[in-house]
């Protein structure tokens, strides 16, 4: 069985910062980490492995400094590694990111399954599963809790929603987002960490994966930063200090004549 | 043809919250981009009645595909039909309930048509050019973030809870559009069981009154005395993330990006500096009340009531004032 896990390199938080020209968040001189949520896809996808055999692929898009992530990601169980870097990416929205990220994985075929984490902590979009799904034509089954195999080819995914628990039955191959808390990722095996000191990512870049310049990158992003900025607020504030004891008076009587108390 | 649609959530109990809360926005953009609220659905024959009663809420057009396949959400398939009620009718926006349902459909149709999609918003503006401006925090960097796309229809999801739902209007009539499909695209998802979880009522989401506290109130003690507070204001205690991190109290008491969205009357802020990450979820407060050592913090400058002193004095002398009230030991009333 072939599994790839789409692990998304992510700024430490806190260290993030803004470029002001294009509005895009700059990564390259923050503390690189593994987005939190992926871990729980990757142990999934590790366990699937261990309990019905095949290989895991973790597969990347991020800078170069990013290779000692996906050395972590071999000591966590991940048995090929692949790192999608190209200047051409830089700046894609979750359009673009998912668009590349399909080409990658149509570049890695056969696969029956790609696992990903629920959302990144830094876009928190929740979007470039799905997004992924239809690029390759195959379903997405998103907020994953369990996974199993069924009768004949089928797979029986259990997924959260609101209100309810589903319990759905496909045919591979299919994109899996994988719900946080559901599994217990295991620590790093000091086993892989000594052995992946002598491995080396499989770097792919945008034209090995056959990307059309035109989906990649900035310009092949359909969203478009426009601004940040931060709230400010001119409301006609009132403002009370003095002895605590006189505040509270003041505030308990603004309170009562607006019969909020 | 255009439009200013919505997608039509649905459950076991009608449609979904948000569906009011979207339509409420539409409402007030639509004009702006001279399109007719829509509200699409898809689904079977059960859903006609309340189809119907969409326009007592002010929709001007319901669109309905029917098929005994959409007995139920299924990605593929929800999203196939989407796609091609979208290139058939053109409109020029559709927003989505940053549910687990909009969140799962909304980024298939962008990937099937190649759409751009913003995540999240809790605000929109029409600008000169009649671009939708969409919205959202960025949470890693605590900013705002302006987002337009450069697709048609500009697709977006909001997150629930943010703005008010519309209000049934004593007017408002008119038959949904049916479209009955022949055939619909075989779906790879089969249902077989659901389980009900009953939903974790909050009961931050509903309340009249929410005081919260956080980091400002120094120590555990300190803030264990808001439950008092709420409960002589029949309210309910909200946190930032950092208290219940510290294990002040559970994390559904988390209000913000990252938890609960609230909007009660009244919002009392105890030691909390008002992050970007927090705010957008206590935002449609209709009156604020910050207590700070800081005057400039951030939260400070939102509020309508800033008080300027230490949380961990004034929480105590507050409860013992209003608990004079409520006991009726107050001389001015
Ligand atoms: C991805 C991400 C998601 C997040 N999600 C959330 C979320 O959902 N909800 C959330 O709340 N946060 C969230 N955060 C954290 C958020 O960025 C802030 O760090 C947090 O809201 C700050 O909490 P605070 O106001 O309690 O603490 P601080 O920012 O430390 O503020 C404490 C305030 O107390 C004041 N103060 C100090 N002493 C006193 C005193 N004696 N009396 C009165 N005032 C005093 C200080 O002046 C200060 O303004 C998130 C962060 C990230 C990166
Ligand atoms: N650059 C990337 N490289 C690999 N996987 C990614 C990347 N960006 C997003 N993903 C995957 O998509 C998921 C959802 O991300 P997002 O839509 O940004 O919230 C993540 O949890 C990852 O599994």
Redesign the pocket.
Known sequence: MNLIVCLKPVPE?GTVKVDPETHTLKRASSELIINPPDRFALEMAVELKERYGGKVTALMMGPPNAVPLLKEAYALGADELVLLSDRAFAGSDTLATSYALAKAIQKLSPFDLVLMGKAS?DGETAQVGPETGAWLGIPSITQVKTLVRGENDAWVARRIFEDFEEEVEFSPPAVITVEPETNDPRPPSLKRLLAVRNLEPQVLSARQVDCDPTKTGLSGSPTQVLDVFTPTYEGKREVLSGEPEEVVEKLVSILRERGLI | MGGFWIYGEWGENGFHPVVYELISVARRLAPKLAEKVTVVVLGTDDLREAARELFRYGVEKVLLFIHPELSYFRDDLYAEILAAAIKERDPSVFLFGATAEGQALAPRVAGLLGLGLTAHCIAFEVDDEARLIQIRPS??E?VMAKIVSKTRPQMATVRPGVFPKAEPQASGEGEPEEIRLSEVPKSVLRRRAVYPVPRKESPLSEAKVVVAG???L?TKENFEKLHELAKLLSGAVGA????CHLGWISEEH??????ETVAPRLYIG????G?L??TV?MEGSEVVVA????PE?TLMQRADIAVVG???RILPLLIRRIREIKEGRDGAS
């Open positions: 938080p902590i | 949470f890693g605590n956080g980091r400002g120094l930032t993330r950092p208290v988390m209000i913000g990006v990252s938890g105890f030691g909390i500096s992050a990450q927090h979820g207590v700070n050592t800081d913090a230490d949380a961990t």
